[in-house]
Protein backbone atom coordinates (compact mmCIF):
# COMPACT_ATOMS: atom_id res chain seq x y z
CA UNK A 1 0.00 0.00 0.00
CA UNK A 2 1.60 3.88 -0.59
CA UNK A 3 2.99 5.40 2.51
CA UNK A 4 1.65 8.82 3.51
CA UNK A 5 4.18 10.45 1.60
CA UNK A 6 3.27 8.26 -1.72
CA UNK A 7 -1.14 8.97 -1.08
CA UNK A 8 -0.75 12.48 -2.58
CA UNK A 9 0.99 11.50 -5.89
CA UNK A 10 -1.12 7.77 -5.92
CA UNK A 11 -4.48 10.22 -5.42
CA UNK A 12 -3.17 12.34 -8.66
CA UNK A 13 -2.00 8.89 -10.88
CA UNK A 14 -5.28 7.40 -10.23
CA UNK A 15 -6.99 10.24 -11.32
CA UNK A 16 -4.68 11.43 -14.18
CA UNK A 17 -5.02 7.52 -15.59
CA UNK A 18 -8.95 7.30 -15.42
CA UNK A 19 -8.63 10.91 -17.72
CA UNK A 20 -11.03 12.89 -16.27
CA UNK A 21 -11.84 15.51 -19.48
CA UNK A 22 -13.55 12.24 -20.72
CA UNK A 23 -15.71 10.98 -17.72
CA UNK A 24 -18.65 12.36 -19.25
CA UNK A 25 -18.27 10.69 -22.72
CA UNK A 26 -18.57 7.73 -21.30
CA UNK A 27 -21.43 8.93 -18.40
CA UNK A 28 -23.54 11.04 -20.58
CA UNK A 29 -24.37 8.09 -22.86
CA UNK A 30 -25.69 6.07 -20.47
CA UNK A 31 -27.38 9.03 -18.91
CA UNK A 32 -28.87 10.53 -21.91
CA UNK A 33 -30.70 7.08 -23.35
CA UNK A 34 -31.94 5.62 -20.28
CA UNK A 35 -33.96 9.30 -19.87
CA UNK A 36 -35.16 9.76 -23.33
CA UNK A 37 -35.95 5.62 -23.49
CA UNK A 38 -38.62 6.36 -20.43
CA UNK A 39 -36.32 5.51 -17.43
CA UNK A 40 -36.16 8.34 -14.61
CA UNK A 41 -33.73 9.38 -11.85
CA UNK A 42 -33.95 6.10 -9.81
CA UNK A 43 -31.37 3.79 -8.58
CA UNK A 44 -30.85 2.05 -11.53
CA UNK A 45 -29.89 5.79 -13.50
CA UNK A 46 -27.86 6.60 -10.74
CA UNK A 47 -25.79 3.32 -10.37
CA UNK A 48 -25.38 3.54 -14.08
CA UNK A 49 -24.36 7.12 -14.30
CA UNK A 50 -21.65 6.98 -11.39
CA UNK A 51 -20.30 3.68 -13.06
CA UNK A 52 -19.95 4.53 -16.30
CA UNK A 53 -18.28 8.18 -15.01
CA UNK A 54 -15.67 6.97 -12.74
CA UNK A 55 -15.12 3.08 -11.90
CA UNK A 56 -16.01 2.54 -15.88
CA UNK A 57 -12.82 4.72 -16.79
CA UNK A 58 -10.59 3.82 -14.66
CA UNK A 59 -10.83 0.60 -15.67
CA UNK A 60 -10.53 1.57 -19.28
CA UNK A 61 -7.46 3.67 -18.70
CA UNK A 62 -5.80 2.03 -15.90
CA UNK A 63 -6.02 -1.36 -17.49
CA UNK A 64 -4.65 0.28 -20.64
CA UNK A 65 -2.07 2.59 -18.78
CA UNK A 66 -0.31 -0.21 -17.25
CA UNK A 67 0.58 -2.59 -19.76
CA UNK A 68 1.17 0.39 -22.15
CA UNK A 69 3.55 1.55 -19.85
CA UNK A 70 6.45 1.00 -21.58
CA UNK A 71 5.18 2.62 -25.02
CA UNK A 72 4.44 5.50 -23.00
CA UNK A 73 7.67 6.67 -21.64
CA UNK A 74 8.12 7.27 -25.30
CA UNK A 75 5.08 9.21 -25.89
CA UNK A 76 5.68 12.94 -25.63
CA UNK A 77 1.43 13.60 -25.38
CA UNK A 78 1.51 11.54 -21.93
CA UNK A 79 1.60 13.59 -18.52
CA UNK A 80 -1.47 15.92 -19.35
CA UNK A 81 -4.88 15.84 -20.48
CA UNK A 82 -4.34 12.73 -22.67
CA UNK A 83 -3.06 10.67 -19.80
CA UNK A 84 -0.40 10.05 -17.48
CA UNK A 85 3.00 7.72 -17.30
CA UNK A 86 1.34 5.74 -14.74
CA UNK A 87 4.59 5.02 -12.40
CA UNK A 88 5.17 1.22 -12.49
CA UNK A 89 4.93 1.00 -8.48
CA UNK A 90 1.33 1.58 -8.60
CA UNK A 91 0.54 -0.69 -11.21
CA UNK A 92 -0.69 -3.70 -9.12
CA UNK A 93 -2.74 -1.18 -7.36
CA UNK A 94 -4.43 0.43 -10.01
CA UNK A 95 -5.29 -3.50 -11.57
CA UNK A 96 -6.96 -3.95 -8.21
CA UNK A 97 -9.00 -1.10 -7.85
CA UNK A 98 -10.17 -1.63 -11.12
CA UNK A 99 -11.42 -4.43 -10.64
CA UNK A 100 -12.93 -3.61 -6.98
CA UNK A 101 -14.88 -0.76 -7.75
CA UNK A 102 -16.31 -2.32 -10.85
CA UNK A 103 -17.46 -5.33 -9.45
CA UNK A 104 -20.00 -3.83 -6.56
CA UNK A 105 -21.85 -1.80 -9.68
CA UNK A 106 -21.55 -4.76 -12.29
CA UNK A 107 -23.54 -6.58 -9.71
CA UNK A 108 -25.94 -4.23 -8.64
CA UNK A 109 -26.85 -3.24 -12.16
CA UNK A 110 -27.06 -6.73 -13.25
CA UNK A 111 -29.45 -7.59 -10.12
CA UNK A 112 -31.60 -4.59 -11.50
CA UNK A 113 -31.76 -5.38 -14.76
CA UNK A 114 -32.73 -8.20 -17.01
CA UNK A 115 -30.54 -10.88 -19.41
CA UNK A 116 -30.91 -8.48 -22.75
CA UNK A 117 -28.95 -5.80 -20.03
CA UNK A 118 -26.40 -8.27 -18.54
CA UNK A 119 -25.13 -9.02 -22.12
CA UNK A 120 -24.90 -5.22 -23.18
CA UNK A 121 -23.12 -4.82 -20.07
CA UNK A 122 -20.99 -7.46 -20.10
CA UNK A 123 -19.74 -6.97 -23.90
CA UNK A 124 -18.84 -3.32 -22.95
CA UNK A 125 -16.66 -4.36 -20.21
CA UNK A 126 -15.44 -7.29 -22.55
CA UNK A 127 -14.21 -4.72 -24.86
CA UNK A 128 -12.99 -2.39 -22.64
CA UNK A 129 -10.45 -5.30 -21.33
CA UNK A 130 -9.73 -6.68 -24.53
CA UNK A 131 -8.60 -3.11 -25.98
CA UNK A 132 -5.47 -3.11 -23.71
CA UNK A 133 -5.00 -6.70 -21.91
CA UNK A 134 -2.31 -8.65 -22.44
CA UNK A 135 -2.75 -11.76 -25.84
CA UNK A 136 -5.62 -9.69 -26.77
CA UNK A 137 -4.40 -6.33 -27.26
CA UNK A 138 -7.30 -5.39 -29.99
CA UNK A 139 -5.71 -1.84 -29.72
CA UNK A 140 -2.68 -3.09 -32.00
CA UNK A 141 -5.32 -5.27 -34.43
CA UNK A 142 -6.31 -2.94 -37.45
CA UNK A 143 -9.27 -1.61 -37.68
CA UNK A 144 -10.63 -4.08 -34.80
CA UNK A 145 -8.62 -1.03 -32.58
CA UNK A 146 -11.55 1.58 -34.05
CA UNK A 147 -14.61 -0.78 -33.85
CA UNK A 148 -13.45 -1.69 -30.07
CA UNK A 149 -13.09 1.59 -29.35
CA UNK A 150 -15.89 2.68 -30.18
CA UNK A 151 -17.70 0.05 -28.54
CA UNK A 152 -16.33 1.74 -25.20
CA UNK A 153 -18.31 4.60 -25.98
CA UNK A 154 -21.70 3.38 -27.76
CA UNK A 155 -22.30 0.61 -25.35
CA UNK A 156 -22.96 2.51 -22.17
CA UNK A 157 -25.81 4.24 -24.55
CA UNK A 158 -27.12 0.89 -25.50
CA UNK A 159 -26.87 -0.43 -22.16
CA UNK A 160 -29.02 2.39 -20.88
CA UNK A 161 -31.70 1.61 -23.63
CA UNK A 162 -32.44 -1.91 -23.14
CA UNK A 163 -32.14 -1.49 -19.44
CA UNK A 164 -35.24 0.76 -19.33
CA UNK A 165 -36.65 -2.31 -21.32
CA UNK A 166 -37.62 0.04 -23.95
CA UNK A 167 -38.00 -1.15 -27.75
CA UNK A 168 -35.10 -0.30 -29.94
CA UNK A 169 -36.62 1.10 -32.66
CA UNK A 170 -35.50 2.73 -36.16
CA UNK A 171 -35.03 6.16 -34.74
CA UNK A 172 -32.75 4.57 -32.22
CA UNK A 173 -30.78 2.42 -34.26
CA UNK A 174 -30.13 4.75 -37.05
CA UNK A 175 -28.85 7.29 -33.76
CA UNK A 176 -26.95 4.28 -32.29
CA UNK A 177 -24.86 3.47 -35.92
CA UNK A 178 -24.62 7.60 -36.26
CA UNK A 179 -22.79 7.33 -32.67
CA UNK A 180 -20.63 4.05 -33.60
CA UNK A 181 -19.67 5.50 -36.65
CA UNK A 182 -18.60 8.99 -34.82
CA UNK A 183 -16.74 6.88 -32.26
CA UNK A 184 -14.75 4.62 -35.40
CA UNK A 185 -14.31 8.13 -36.95
CA UNK A 186 -12.71 9.48 -33.56
CA UNK A 187 -10.34 6.91 -32.51
CA UNK A 188 -9.25 6.57 -36.46
CA UNK A 189 -7.95 10.01 -36.58
CA UNK A 190 -6.27 10.03 -32.99
CA UNK A 191 -4.19 7.45 -34.43
CA UNK A 192 -3.17 9.32 -36.97
CA UNK A 193 -0.67 11.51 -34.54
CA UNK A 194 1.07 7.84 -34.10
CA UNK A 195 1.69 6.74 -36.96
CA UNK A 196 5.34 6.72 -37.25
CA UNK A 197 6.16 6.25 -33.21
CA UNK A 198 3.65 3.45 -33.40
CA UNK A 199 5.67 1.70 -36.61
CA UNK A 200 8.92 2.81 -34.92
CA UNK A 201 7.99 0.71 -31.93
CA UNK A 202 6.50 -1.72 -33.91
CA UNK A 203 2.67 -1.56 -32.69
CA UNK A 204 0.19 -1.75 -35.25
CA UNK A 205 -3.09 0.51 -35.34
CA UNK A 206 -5.43 1.46 -38.35
CA UNK A 207 -3.59 4.45 -39.40
CA UNK A 208 -0.25 2.28 -39.35
CA UNK A 209 -1.91 -0.18 -42.26
CA UNK A 210 -3.71 2.90 -44.00
CA UNK A 211 -1.60 5.49 -43.56
CA UNK A 212 -1.96 8.61 -42.15
CA UNK A 213 -4.28 10.58 -45.02
CA UNK A 214 -5.48 7.16 -45.76
CA UNK A 215 -6.93 7.43 -42.21
CA UNK A 216 -8.02 10.84 -41.91
CA UNK A 217 -9.73 10.29 -45.15
CA UNK A 218 -11.49 7.27 -43.39
CA UNK A 219 -12.50 8.98 -40.64
CA UNK A 220 -13.81 12.01 -42.54
CA UNK A 221 -16.16 9.61 -44.54
CA UNK A 222 -17.60 7.94 -41.19
CA UNK A 223 -18.14 11.49 -39.75
CA UNK A 224 -19.96 12.18 -43.22
CA UNK A 225 -22.20 9.02 -42.99
CA UNK A 226 -22.74 9.45 -39.17
CA UNK A 227 -24.37 13.26 -40.25
CA UNK A 228 -26.24 11.20 -42.76
CA UNK A 229 -27.93 8.62 -40.75
CA UNK A 230 -28.69 11.05 -38.42
CA UNK A 231 -30.78 12.87 -40.67
CA UNK A 232 -33.29 9.48 -40.41
CA UNK A 233 -34.20 10.61 -37.30
CA UNK A 234 -37.55 12.51 -36.90
CA UNK A 235 -38.37 15.85 -35.83
CA UNK A 236 -36.04 18.31 -34.16
CA UNK A 237 -33.80 14.91 -33.76
CA UNK A 238 -32.55 15.76 -37.23
CA UNK A 239 -30.73 18.32 -35.92
CA UNK A 240 -28.08 16.81 -34.53
CA UNK A 241 -26.32 15.94 -37.87
CA UNK A 242 -25.40 19.35 -38.31
CA UNK A 243 -23.20 18.03 -35.00
CA UNK A 244 -20.74 16.55 -37.03
CA UNK A 245 -20.25 19.65 -38.86
CA UNK A 246 -17.52 20.49 -36.42
CA UNK A 247 -15.93 17.57 -36.86
CA UNK A 248 -15.85 17.23 -40.63
CA UNK A 249 -13.88 20.72 -40.45
CA UNK A 250 -11.41 19.42 -38.10
CA UNK A 251 -10.29 16.63 -39.83
CA UNK A 252 -10.57 18.46 -43.20
CA UNK A 253 -6.98 20.07 -43.09
CA UNK A 254 -5.47 16.73 -42.23
CA UNK A 255 -6.70 14.81 -45.79
CA UNK A 256 -3.43 14.72 -46.96
CA UNK A 257 -1.25 15.24 -44.29
CA UNK A 258 2.34 12.65 -45.03
CA UNK A 259 3.16 9.70 -42.88
CA UNK A 260 6.25 11.91 -42.02
CA UNK A 261 4.66 15.01 -41.06
CA UNK A 262 1.62 12.78 -39.17
CA UNK A 263 2.63 14.74 -35.85
CA UNK A 264 0.87 17.74 -37.68
CA UNK A 265 -2.18 16.42 -36.74
CA UNK A 266 -2.39 16.59 -32.95
CA UNK A 267 -3.53 20.11 -33.17
CA UNK A 268 -6.39 18.77 -34.72
CA UNK A 269 -6.75 15.40 -31.65
CA UNK A 270 -6.14 19.05 -29.33
CA UNK A 271 -9.36 20.36 -30.39
CA UNK A 272 -11.53 17.24 -30.62
CA UNK A 273 -10.84 17.01 -27.13
CA UNK A 274 -12.41 20.04 -26.38
CA UNK A 275 -15.04 20.08 -29.39
CA UNK A 276 -17.07 17.17 -27.57
CA UNK A 277 -18.22 19.80 -24.70
CA UNK A 278 -19.33 21.72 -27.38
CA UNK A 279 -20.68 19.27 -28.84
CA UNK A 280 -22.34 18.06 -25.87
CA UNK A 281 -23.66 21.36 -24.74
CA UNK A 282 -25.68 21.92 -27.96
CA UNK A 283 -26.93 18.20 -27.91
CA UNK A 284 -27.96 18.41 -24.66
CA UNK A 285 -30.37 21.81 -25.63
CA UNK A 286 -31.16 19.56 -28.71
CA UNK A 287 -32.56 16.93 -26.22
CA UNK A 288 -34.22 19.47 -24.08
CA UNK A 289 -35.79 20.90 -26.94
CA UNK A 290 -36.55 17.21 -27.80
CA UNK A 291 -38.40 16.02 -24.30
CA UNK A 292 -40.49 19.40 -23.94
CA UNK A 293 -41.54 18.83 -27.73
CA UNK A 294 -42.90 15.66 -26.92
Not at 35 to 45: E, K, N, P, Q, T
Amino acid sequence: MATTTDRPRLLSQLIGTTRPLSWVNTAYPFGAAYLLAGGGVDLRFVLGTLFFLVPYNLLMYGVNDVFDYESDLRNPRKGGVEGVVLDRSFHRLVLWLSGVLTVPFVVALVLLGDTASTLVLAISIAAVVAYSAPVLRFKERPVLDSLTSSTHFVSPAVFGLVLTGAEVDRTALAALAGFFLWGVASHAFGAVQDVRADREAGLGSVATVLGAAGTTRIAFGCYLVAGALLLLLDGPARLSALLVVPYLVNVAPYLSVSDADCERAHAGWQRFLWLNYLTGFLLTQLLIWIVLDR
